[in-house]
C-alpha cells in the first residue's frame, strides 16, 4: 500500500505540552443537509499520546459520499481517520499528516487554527532545489523520476525525466537551465525504499511499509532535508 504525508512547520514555536492542552478534547460539530434531510457531521481528535520527543494524534472527520445505487441517489455517511504528529527540532515546530496532499493540507489548517486562532499559523515545510539536486546527483543511478517545474519556456509547465531519459545527463543539464527540481523518485537504498519527495515535502512511499515505520523515515531522513530558514 502507498503511504503519503507532508510536513509541516509552525510559523512559532509552540511547546508540545501547550500543543497536547489545546487539542485535548477538541471537537467540532457541524450540519450539513443531503436530499431535504440536515445529517448531523463531527469532526475530532483523538488518541493524543506522547511518545518519545513526539505528540502523536489522530484527526478524525465524518464524510458524505453520494452514491446511486438502482437509480436511487443515497447518501453514504464514513469516518476519515488520518494520524499525525508534532515535533521539535532546532527550535522549529513541525507537524507531519499522514495523508495525500490535498486533505494533509485541509488537516495542518484545522489543527493551526485550533492552537494558533490567527492566518497563517501552519505554513508548508520547504526543501531546496539544490537539495533534491544534490540527492539525485550523489546516486543518480537511484533515481527513476525527475519533475522539473518554473520552466521559462513558452507554453511548458513542467518538464519531465524518467526511465532511459535519466541516463542522459546531457538532456538533465538541459533541463536544469530552464527549470527547477519539483520532485524526485529514488530508491533509498540504505532504508530499502522507493520514495517520492517534492520541494514542498510531500512524501509517498511506493514500498510496502507500515505507519510507523513510515514515520521513522519522514524523522530520519526528510526533516533533516529540510529548509531551516
Request: aromatic share 12%.
Amino acid at each position: 500500500m502507498v503511504l503519503a504525508g507532508k510536513l509541516f512547520k509552525l510559523e512559532e514555536r509552540v511547546p508540545l505540552e501547550l500543543i497536547a492542552e489545546k487539542l485535548k478534547g477538541w471537537k467540532m460539530e457541524r450540519v450539513e443537509e443531503y436530499g431535504g434531510k440536515e445529517i448531523k457531521l463531527e469532526s475530532e481528535v483523538r488518541e493524543l499520546d506522547f511518545r518519545k520527543d513526539l505528540l502523536w494524534g489522530v484527526f478524525s472527520e465524518d464524510k458524505v459520499i453520494p452514491t446511486t445505487y438502482r437509480g436511487e441517489l443515497r447518501y453514504n455517511l464514513f469516518t476519515r481517520e488520518s494520524g499525525f504528529f508534532f515535533t521539535e527540532k532546532e527550535g522549529i515546530t513541525l507537524l507531519f499528516v499522514v495523508e495525500k496532499w490535498r486533505i494533509a493540507n485541509n488537516i495542518a489548517s484545522k489543527l493551526g487554527e485550533i492552537i494558533i486562532p490567527s492566518p497563517g499559523a501552519v505554513v508548508e515545510a520547504k526543501i531546496a532545489h539544490e537539495t533534491l539536486k544534490e540527492l539525485h546527483e550523489s546516486n543518480p543511478e537511484a533515481t527513476k523520476v525527475i519533475y522539473f517545474d518554473q520552466v521559462d519556456l513558452p507554453n511548458i509547465n513542467k518538464l519531465a525525466l524518467y526511465g532511459n531519459a535519466l541516463q542522459d545527463t546531457t538532456l538533465y543539464h538541459e533541463y536544469l537551465k530552464h527549470g527547477k527540481i519539483w520532485y524526485v523518485v529514488f530508491e533509498d537504498k540504505k532504508y530499502g525504499l522507493v520514495v517520492g519527495l517534492t520541494r514542498n515535502c510531500v512524501v509517498t512511499i511506493f514500498s510496502k511499509i507500515d505507519e510507523e515505520t513510515f514515520i521513522n523515515y519522514v524523522l530520519e531522513r526528510i526533516v533533516p532535508l529540510m529548509e531551516r530558514e
